[in-house]
């Protein structure tokens, strides 16, 4: 199957809650690779720079912003209802944890949202992998405990949404292992019903999004690795009846020569120490994310580290495991020059991959260094479709 014989892909951009920088450490999520000690942020992430951010991407036609969550970012919710008004058509995925907000407020609250920001929300759900966060929070399920109460909180958020729409009912009941809901009401349904994306990497985590998920989001492995994972998901999902779009977690460092990005990706190599290494890597193997453990092989734990070459990290052409260093999440990043990484996303799209969801260091420089160096040449591939030609299919009021 070609690039352009599928329907063009969706490209998104993510917001720093955490703070930016101009290299791995001291920007988004790396303090959480650093127990939240030792890491400050060059650009803190205040109003008014994550409006410039989320208004670049509104202005450079980006289709959605990921607001992300944890320990270390500012909160997902409050950050969208303060910057959505700053921007025109761009939408906000919004990420939540189930265990830590009831499934009837969720609802509430995106229902809410979703009517002040004009039907510009999507909701991405995050099970949660690493037990000393969720411990964190009051959260003590084990890992496949959580995905069961994922499963039980998307059924739960459906059925609220589905109270007083068309042929659904006056109020909705609920009793399961975990959670009981007596007589759940809503002011008005969402219109549309917010997506739902949803990410996981385990045995316990790919039914969930077969049943559940509107879009499977997964890190940025290498092409044909990560097209066996949702190839699985997929066979789950037509088991059930249904089918799924498919999202990848990337960065991204394009310049206008393939010399001048690998130079950067040095320049962060460079950066960093050998105890900064091994300190971050010590936080993110104990985790219990299978994600996680697949973005560390990728860098051998560690291993392939800090003072060598950059290239040494290259693990498909064009893809760099460096990030994932000292940064916990998404660890991967497209390096090359803007026709380069437009090849690399053309081939993550003939894997399968509908979604791009994208960052860089810093986000608002490189966001233009996307936008007006690799956009063009994905839409003059078809791989994607100009900026503000929304090519998915739109979700029906009050549709599941």
Known sequence: MTAG?????????????????????????????????GVSGLRAPTVEYLGEVARAADRLGYDAVLTPTGTWCEDAWLTTAALVQQTRRLRFLVALRP??????????????????AGARVLLNVVTGGDEVEMRRFGDHLDHDERYDRTAEFLRVLRGVWSVGTPGGPESFDH?????????????????PVPE????????????????????????GEPPDQARRKIERVREL??????????????????RDRSADAWAV?????????????????????????????????????G??????????????????????????????????????????????HDAGFDEFVLS??????????????VRPLLDARGVTAPAGQDARPQAAPGAN
Not at 197 to 219: K, M, N, R
Not at 314 to 326: D, I, K, R, S, T
Not at 360 to 373: R, S
């Open 237 to 254: 999902a037509a088991e059930r009846g249904r089918t799924l779009r498919f999202g990848v977690r990337l960065h991204v460092l394009t």
């Open 175 to 191: 009793a399961g292992r975990h959670y009981r809901i007596e007589g759940a009401r809503q002011l008005a349904a969402p219109d």
């Open 303 to 348: 291993r392939l580290a800090a003072g060598g070459d950059a290239r040494d990290l290259e693990v498909h052409p064009g893809l760099w495991a460096g990030v994932g260093l000292v940064r916990g999440g998404a660890g991967t990043a497209l390096v090359g020059s803007h026709e380069e990484i437009a090849d690399l996303v053309a081939e993550y």
């Open 99 to 116: 265990g830590l907000v009831s499934p009837t407020l969720a609802a509430q609250m995106a229902a809410t949202l979703q009517r002040f």
């Open 5 to 37: 014989a599928r329907r063009p892909a969706g490209v998104h951009w993510f917001l720093p809650t955490n703070g930016d920088a101009r290299g791995i450490v001291g920007s988004a999520h790396a303090k959480e690779a650093h127990g939240g000690t």
């Open 360 to 373: 860089g260091y810093p986000h608002l420089e490189e966001a233009y260094w996307f936008a007006e160096g």
């Open 196 to 219: 739902i994306w949803f990410g996981g990497s385990s045995d316990a985590a790919l039914p969930v999004a077969a049943e559940h998920a509107d879009v499977y989001l997964t890190w």
């Open 265 to 301: 990706a040095q320049r962060w190599l460079d950066e960093l120490t050998p105890e900064q290494v091994a300190g971050a890597q010590r936080v993110l193997t104990t985790s219990g994310s299978v994600g996680q453990r697949r973005m560390a092989a990728l860098h051998d734990g």
